[in-house]
């Protein structure tokens, strides 16, 4: 499975921006796939998260603006984020685990998200 993020940049505090996580390889292994923050002097935290039914799981700072969702007819995972605030700045990165036995981890590249205020 590969990953590729898009769609990070510098957004105002209060807009919106939105991250997209276009995945490949041996898709239907996939079991679910996430979106994780690293902020400066962070460890990472994990955002957000979508199972292959479409099950969707939220940290509780980004719960009601941060929407996960897939389009599986391009393969893809999106992250709206709408209303960020200057704390959401971080580097994104998305994340899937899949297998048809034992479950391995994959990651793309990070996507840097900047929120001005």
């Known amino acids: 499975v590969q990953l590729q993020a898009s769609g990070g940049g510098l957004v105002q505090a209060g807009g919106s921006l939105r991250l997209s996580c276009e995945y490949s390889?041996?898709?239907?292994?996939?079991?679910?796939i996430f979106w994780y923050q690293r902020a400066p002097g962070k460890q990472r935290e994990l955002v957000a998260s979508?199972?292959?039914?479409?099950?969707?799981n939220y940290a509780d700072s980004v719960k009601g603006r941060f929407p996960i969702s897939r389009d599986n007819a391009k393969n893809t995972v999106y992250l709206q984020m709408n209303n960020p605030k200057a704390e959401d700045t971080a580097v994104y990165y998305c994340?899937?685990?899949?297998?048809?036995?034992?479950?391995?981890?994959?990651w793309g590249q990070g996507t840097q998200v900047t929120v001005s205020s």
């Open positions: 994340n899937a685990r899949a297998g048809w036995g034992r479950t391995s981890e994959y």
């Open positions: 390889g041996d898709t239907p292994s996939i079991k679910a």
């Open positions: 979508i199972g292959s039914g479409g099950s969707t």
